[in-house]
């Protein structure tokens, strides 16, 4: 019983008709209807709720093989139109287990449907076309915090309900020096070559002025040859979301990025892609997600918490909201739990417990970033039991970031507690920096040590916040 997952234990004794508690990383079990009962002033209480509302999924026990549709574990053959069909097949018989065993496949873009739980194996490998025209024709996608028509994501579903990606097998994206990432441009760290014309700074230009002088999403295309690199797995307004276990390695951009998407879990991934933009997971305007036991070693942040950028996020207006994440490992990247920068919808009721983050390359570790042109009300964030390794910045909340003090919507960031944090080295314990028109309040540090701080901490414009038994280098510390 001991390497059964929480997952799948719910999903035992639920197939057995027996009641069953919601097991929380606190140790404790919380029924959906304790959960439903926590008072809304009790902070992990609350984590717990979320954990509740994002129940284990169900699936109709029959399985479709992509190998009895025409897909061949060969590594050459492109198997993509026989994985497609699987998928198809699976969901116009009610749904069910569309299952890759071991093997190398070649793919394009997969697209999921309702009630399919897309499977692979132990040993299975998909590896996905690095050809531009197989993303084709363009699909409704967010890029940057902004809604267009582009290339299709890897994996790609759109208003589909009951609907995973499992198992212990590995996806490729195929984004190298050479394939995808070139389209990034030029840039200080560049590791990938360049090609002539293949840039995305024209078509990144074009897209952010027309979200600002309001075209309507669909009317901005972007596919054939403007270079905005897709996500890998992208669900967009899907209710009831899975991705557990899999391994998702050389992504074009972003890993996975859940837009608009109500009830997600994301458990036991690991992400390990060091591409330009290779975020491992930003939920985007989402609502009740639970992010545990996954692994990051990214080329950007770890996890990045969105909601669109500027008058695109304005109308939308979607917060990220009700996210609980523990038991995360983070290495490389730019930060670890990361809120921004598109974040103009606002993020709300935010829960990080028991990681462990620790990399040379890794700058930041708590990191709220925005500016006048973003905005964004930002509030009621928990973090407890953390524990970090080697860090440039341990805690960062920067209205500056790119653009800085330029616009008309200044962030609203406040009721921020952190408590039970370690940090063995860091070149600074705080980076702080509000506006003195519109002050970050309310951030509360609790029973925390920052070891070997090499530099003075930067603190600007922070108002009514506390630290309370918070030591630095030894020396007890007060905002």
């Known amino acids: 019983m001991k390497n059964i997952s929480r997952r799948n234990l719910l999903q035992t004794l639920a197939g057995t008709g027996l009641s069953y508690s919601l097991l929380s990383t606190t140790g404790c079990a919380v029924t959906k209807k304790d959960a439903a009962s926590c008072r809304s002033d009790d902070d992990w209480c609350n984590a717990d709720r979320i954990r509740a509302q994002v129940a284990p999924l169900q699936f109709r026990d029959k399985t479709f093989d992509v190998r009895a549709f025409g897909a061949k574990a060969d590594g050459t053959t492109d198997s993509g139109v026989a994985i497609n069909s699987a998928i198809r097949a699976c969901n116009e ?116 002025d027309q979200a600002e002088q309001g075209l309507p999403p669909r009317e901005r295309v972007y ?8 996500s890998f797995v992208q669900p967009y307004e899907c209710k009831n979301v899975l991705i557990e276990g899999v391994t998702i390695i050389n992504s074009p951009f972003w890993l996975v990025h859940p837009v608009l998407c109500e009830n997600v879990r994301i458990e036991g991934i690991s ?24 692994y990051f070693d990214t080329g950007d942040d770890c996890i990045a918490l969105k909601s669109g950028r500027n008058e695109d996020g ?65 509030e009621n964030i928990r973090i407890r039991d953390i524990k970090i390794g080697d ?12 653009e800085g003090d330029i616009g008309e919507h200044d962030p609203i960031v406040r009721d921020i507690e952190i408590r039970n944090l370690t940090c063995s080295r860091a070149e600074r314990a705080f980076f702080i920096r509000g506006f003195e028109r519109a002050k970050i309040s309310d951030l509360r540090v609790v029973d925390s040590v920052f070891h070997a701080v090499a530099k003075p901490n930067v603190i600007e414009h922070l108002q009514t916040s506390t630290a309370e038994n918070v030591r630095i280098n030894g020396s007890l510390f007060k905002f």
């Open 223 to 230: 596919a054939d040859k403007s270079y905005l690199r897709p």
């Open 271 to 294: 992400c390990k892609s060091h591409g330009p933009n290779n975020d491992g997971c930003d939920p985007e305007s989402c609502k009740n997600v639970v992010i545990e036991n996954c």
């Open 314 to 378: 304005r109308r939308v207006n979607v917060p990220c909201e009700n996210v609980v994440i523990a038991n995360c490992q983070m290495r490389d990247g730019h930060g670890g739990l990361v809120i921004g920068s598109e974040i103009s919808g606002g993020a709300r009721n935010i829960y990080l417990e028991k990681c462990e983050m620790s990399s040379k390359n890794l700058e930041k570790a708590i990191r709220i970033k925005t500016n006048a042109r973003r905005g964004g009300l930002i």
């Open 93 to 208: 018989s009610g749904g069910g287990r569309v299952l890759v065993p071991a093997g190398h496949y070649l793919t394009g873009p997969i697209h999921l449907l309702s009630n399919v739980n897309l499977h692979l194996e132990k040993g299975a490998k998909l590896s996905f076309s690095r050809d531009p025209a197989r993303y084709l024709p363009a699909v409704f996608t967010r890029w940057e915090g902004m809604e267009m028509m582009g290339y299709s994501p890897l994996i790609y579903a759109y208003q589909q309900e009951n609907i995973a990606l499992t198992g212990a097998g590995v996806l490729d994206g195929g984004g190298n020096d050479s394939s995808w990432w070139p389209w990034k441009g030029e840039k200080n760290d560049r590791h990938w070559d360049l090609v002539p014309g293949q840039d995305q700074a024209p078509a990144r230009k074009k897209l952010f």
């Open 391 to 402: 860090v440039q910045n341990a805690v960062v909340i920067n209205f500056y970031y790119e």
